[in-house]
């Protein structure tokens, strides 16, 4: 197979999204790369997102996948590419977009690579919708056999959840778990314990900062994050050298969330559960000033917590974001 020739599947998945889907999907199609077919999944939307999607329907490169009823993301991921007939895979949000030369960047780099290498990912931009700012992206650098960085450098960022091309035999080997909401882009672990990932040092994507992100569903979020993290290490090809870099980042991604709810007055019970969950499987995290500062405030009284908040905000002039509270009902 001649890698520089081969067919790339784009999956859109698209919910309720009609200001943004138009450009999503023309950032598909106007890609440099042009041995290309887009499968846009729309989840049950209730605006204008079919009529816009239907509306390009009289490209050939266009497959729509029409359901009637919002099922879980992770599902209508598995379907779409079920029906992917390329070679490789990529994903797009309904509200970000591809900078026009993503998938030809990702191709030459696949072409010089072996079937050991399952995925090229890379940096991208964050689009401030209420400033219209377009700031760095903040992505891992991870390279080769990765699991290990993937866990010991997180705080450098994690996989842009749209930068990845997938070889499709890899993607089709770890179908996401559909009963939960969004796996995202914790799949990305469980292709590194099988397949080497390189990584494509140019702005691949632009991903939109809004107001109904999912990324703001923080306890959501937080608790399919967690399943994930504990199915991945009952993987038979979960590699034991990792686990003590699984232990450590399940810790600090625990302590990291938990005071971001403490601090915005979000599920403070929930958080205070969670940081004691965490104490009890990685008791060593005390030993961090860090940690040890974060759980005493997680001990003082609920409403000596909000009003310690409310003060620091207004001392600091700092506003933080709310998290999406009606993405649960």
């Known amino acids: 197979m001649q890698i520089n020739r081969s067919k790339v599947s784009i999956i859109i998945l698209s919910y309720n999204q009609a200001e943004y889907i138009s450009d999503a999907i023309n950032s598909a199609l106007n890609q440099t790369y042009k041995n290309l077919e887009i499968i846009i999944s729309d989840n049950g939307s209730t605006d204008e997102t079919k009529d816009l999607i239907k509306s390009f ?30 070679n490789f895979i990529s994903l797009l949000y309904a509200d970000d977009y591809y900078l026009p030369t993503k998938i030809e960047n990702q191709i030459k780099l696949f072409s010089g ?106 306890k959501r979020n937080m608790d399919m994050h967690l399943q994930c993290l504990d199915r991945l290490i009952l993987n038979e090809d979960f590699p034991k050298d990792a686990f003590k870099f699984y232990k450590q980042y399940r810790a600090k991604i625990v302590f990291s969330n938990s005071w971001h709810c403490l601090r915005t007055n979000f599920e403070i019970t929930w958080a205070k559960k969670l940081l004691l969950s965490s104490i009890i499987s990685s008791p060593q995290s005390l030993l961090k000033l860090k940690c040890v500062v974060i759980m005493s405030y997680a001990l003082l009284p609920q409403k000596l917590i909000f009003y310690i908040n409310k003060l620091a905000d207004f001392i600091l002039k700092k506003k933080l974001f709310v998290p999406l509270k009606d993405y649960y009902n």
């Open 57 to 86: 329907l009289f490209d050939p490169r266009v497959i729509f996948l029409d359901y009637e009823h919002n099922k879980s993301i992770s599902l209508r991921q598995n379907q779409a590419a079920k029906r992917a007939s390329g």
């Open 113 to 218: 690579l072996s079937e050991k290498w399952g995925v090229v990912h890379g940096p991208g931009f964050q689009l401030i919708e209420r400033t219209g700012e377009l700031l760095p992206l903040s992505a891992t650098k991870a390279q080769g056999d990765c699991l290990k960085d993937l866990f010991h450098n997180y705080e450098d960022g994690f996989i842009i959840p749209i930068s990845p091309l997938v070889r499709k035999k890899a993607y089709l080997e770890f179908p996401l778990y559909e009963d939960m909401f969004s796996e995202g882009e914790s799949l990305y672990w469980r292709i590194a314990t099988k397949y080497k990932f390189c990584y494509c040092d140019i702005p691949l994507v632009v991903m939109r900062y809004h107001e109904k992100n999912m990324g703001k569903a923080i």
